[in-house]
């Protein structure tokens, strides 16, 4: 069964930094592609950014400049760095892992950005 595992979500300060990760199991074979999405409230889920393995990273508007993603296609994980957060950054946060014609999601973590 496969399984996608977030870490990282917090309550952090705008214009502070936050690391999240994901990690999936139960996968048998070559990923084609791992991402992070977003969710916040009384809003539709939207792409934050995606990267093919060996491929070239797709970042959402917002995100261009602050956010970095990195995959590992061995490991099968992602990680997105953001930085300078903002207030409008707060959502959950899920991971998604693309194989063939399959999706997976992960459960999602909550990053909250407040002073």
């Known amino acids: 069964q496969v399984q996608l595992v977030e870490s990282g979500g917090a309550l952090v300060q705008p214009g502070g930094s936050l690391t999240l990760s994901c990690a999936a199991s139960?996968?048998?074979?070559?990923?084609?592609?791992m991402g992070w999405y977003r969710q916040a409230p009384g809003k539709e889920r939207a792409l934050v950014a995606t990267?093919?393995?060996?491929?070239?990273?797709n970042y959402a508007e917002f995100a261009k400049g602050r956010f970095t993603i990195s995959i590992d296609g061995v490991k099968n994980t992602v990680s997105l760095q953001m930085t300078s957060r903002k207030p409008e950054d707060t959502a959950v946060y899920y991971c998604?892992?693309?194989?063939?014609?399959?999706?997976?999601w992960g459960q999602g973590t909550q990053v909250t950005v407040s002073s």
């Open positions: 139960g996968i048998s074979g070559s990923i084609y592609s």
């Open positions: 998604n892992l693309r194989k063939g014609w399959l999706e997976y």
């Open positions: 990267r093919i393995v060996a491929g070239i990273p």
